[in-house]
């Protein structure tokens, strides 16, 4: 087993009140390596999770057709834990009718679709911080855990997203998620305090505020419910629907003399209202981790092993690149860097999408496991670029200028995202095997 350790790492996990120490670090990440892969080498079965894109699901929910996401949670729940561990990819995905062979590509790129799945409201287990919908405070591109996802299919697919973090973490292949701050800090077990609230729902926490020191503003016993128009024990959710905040809220009557209490218990409830689906997180991430060291780690870390870094790094790309059929040097070389330089970050996500399925880098080097290949393809002039996402290949044509060639690239991150050309160039790459595609 190999242990990388990069000296200018950061460390800021926090273990019983002290900063995390190195050695606590690499524990984690050792014994993560040496859990999983005991349990890789008694597997020896590819599960096979077979997804049809077209496939119309019978069994609907909220009356809508079955999502990459639903159909995949209820295939992958079904089975055992260890034969999800597998060291690159956790199942194999076949696109039935589609001419794409999953060497990983296909597996990345459905990972990739059930994240955004989760973030546009096709599944309904995360919601927009209320800051979001406020359009005030922190962390308004931030999601949280619907607090109002209860029903046991939901609880089922909060189990299959904690899997998906783990085999993120397990694979270093990142997840394109966007979760507020207070999420991974209950992942790993930090206790929440008011400014973890105040980060995703400034106007709620403000309210608190003024109902915690109404009598500044002149407020008196006398006046006070024609200020509050509160009149028992119930808050705002996460989700904007006002729930008691205590059991039998509603029939306890908020008055003056205790609305020190009722913004106690507001908090309260606000800090712990998702606990019940971080619990089925991490339970899925159990599956695949030993996740009583996450608290070894701070939130962020945990964040960063999941996510990855949302920035696409040029600089990075080009430590791992590999080219083939043309040199370093050459000027059609020179013009892609330089047109994936000017592209915006949006852009450069599109991008990596279209040439390895995945819109995310991991947060460190070391453990991009595959290298990004330039190849030099003998085509038209000024044609169309094309990929092959299992091997993280771009396919270079000629081009007249750079002009055409940003213009063409473009195009085609933005409107050519089928994987559907395995199968031709399968037959036409079988004679022209090369080295290995992770070779460094």
């Known amino acids: 087993m190999q242990c990388v350790y990069v000296p200018q790492f950061q460390m800021s996990a926090s273990y019983s009140g002290r900063k995390c120490s190195v050695f606590m670090f690499h524990s984690f990440r050792c014994l993560l390596v040496t859990a999983v892969g005991n349990a890789v080498c008694l597997c020896s079965t590819e599960m096979q999770c077979v997804y049809v894109p077209q496939f119309q699901m019978s069994a609907s929910y909220s009356g809508r057709?079955?999502?990459?996401?639903?159909?995949?949670?209820?295939?992958?729940?079904?089975?055992?834990?260890?034969?999800?561990?597998?060291?690159?990819?956790?199942?194999?995905?076949?696109?039935?009718?589609?001419?794409?062979?999953?060497?990983?590509?296909?597996?990345?790129?459905?990972?990739?679709?059930?994240?955004?799945?989760?973030?546009?409201?096709?599944?309904?287990?995360?919601?927009?911080?209320?800051?979001?919908?406020?359009?005030?405070?922190?962390?308004?591109?931030?999601?949280?855990?619907?607090p109002s996802a209860c029903l046991d299919e939901q609880?089922?697919?909060?189990?299959?997203?904690?899997?998906?973090?783990?085999?993120?973490?397990?694979?270093?292949?990142p997840l394109d998620l966007h979760l507020a701050p207070l999420v991974w800090k209950q992942l790993c077990c930090i206790p929440l305090v008011l400014e973890d609230l105040e980060e995703v729902d400034l106007l709620y926490v403000q309210t608190l505020n003024s109902i915690l020191h109404i009598e500044d503003s002149g407020i008196t016993e006398d006046n006070f419910h024609e200020m509050i128009p509160l009149d028992s024990f119930v808050g705002q959710s996460a989700n904007g629907k006002?729930?008691?905040?205590?059991?039998?809220?509603?029939?306890?009557?908020?008055?003056?003399?205790?609305?020190?209490e009722y913004v106690a218990r507001a908090i309260e409830y606000r800090l712990h209202e998702i606990d019940r689906q971080v619990a089925v997180v991490r339970e899925g991430m159990s599956?695949?981790?030993?996740?009583?060291?996450?608290?070894l780690l701070t939130a962020k870390q945990l964040e960063q092993m999941v996510c990855g870094m949302p920035e696409i790094s040029v600089?990075?790309?080009?430590?791992?690149?590999?080219?083939?059929?043309?040199?370093?040097?050459?000027?059609?070389?020179?013009?892609?860097?330089q047109t994936l330089e000017?592209?915006?970050n949006e852009?450069?996500?599109?991008?990596?999408?279209?040439?390895?399925?995945?819109?995310?880098?991991?947060?460190?080097?070391?453990?991009?496991?595959?290298?990004?290949?330039?190849?030099?393809?003998?085509?038209?002039y000024d044609s169309l670029p094309t990929s092959q996402t299992c091997f993280f290949q771009l396919?270079?044509?000629?081009?007249?200028?750079?002009?055409?060639?940003?213009?063409?690239?473009?195009?085609?991150?933005n409107n050519c995202r089928s994987i559907d050309m395995d199968n031709y160039m399968l037959s036409r790459n079988v004679d022209n095997a090369e080295g290995s595609d992770t070779d460094y």
């Open 65 to 146: 057709k079955c999502s990459v996401f639903m159909f995949h949670t209820r295939q992958v729940v079904k089975l055992n834990a260890s034969d999800l561990r597998l060291p690159s990819r956790a199942w194999k995905v076949k696109l039935v009718g589609e001419g794409a062979d999953d060497a990983g590509g296909v597996f990345d790129d459905t990972i990739t679709e059930m994240c955004q799945e989760l973030e546009t409201g096709v599944v309904d287990l995360l919601i927009p911080s209320p800051n979001a919908t406020a359009e005030v405070g922190y962390n308004r591109d931030r999601f949280l855990l619907s």
């Open 155 to 173: 609880l089922l697919q909060f189990k299959f997203l904690g899997i998906l973090m783990g085999v993120a973490i397990r694979t270093k292949k």
């Open 242 to 260: 006002m729930v008691p905040i205590i059991p039998g809220g509603n029939s306890i009557p908020l008055t003056f003399s205790n609305r020190k």
């Open 287 to 295: 599956w695949i981790i030993p996740v009583p060291l996450l608290s």
């Open 315 to 337: 600089d990075v790309l080009k430590k791992v690149v590999r080219y083939r059929e043309v040199e370093e040097h050459h000027t059609q070389v020179q013009w892609f860097w």
């Open 342 to 344: 000017d592209f915006s």
């Open 347 to 380: 852009e450069r996500v599109l991008f990596m999408r279209f040439v390895s399925g995945r819109s995310r880098l991991p947060a460190n080097t070391a453990d991009i496991s595959q290298r990004f290949q330039i190849m030099k393809v003998d085509r038209p």
């Open 395 to 413: 396919r270079l044509p000629p081009y007249s200028s750079q002009t055409v060639m940003s213009e063409r690239l473009r195009y085609a991150i």
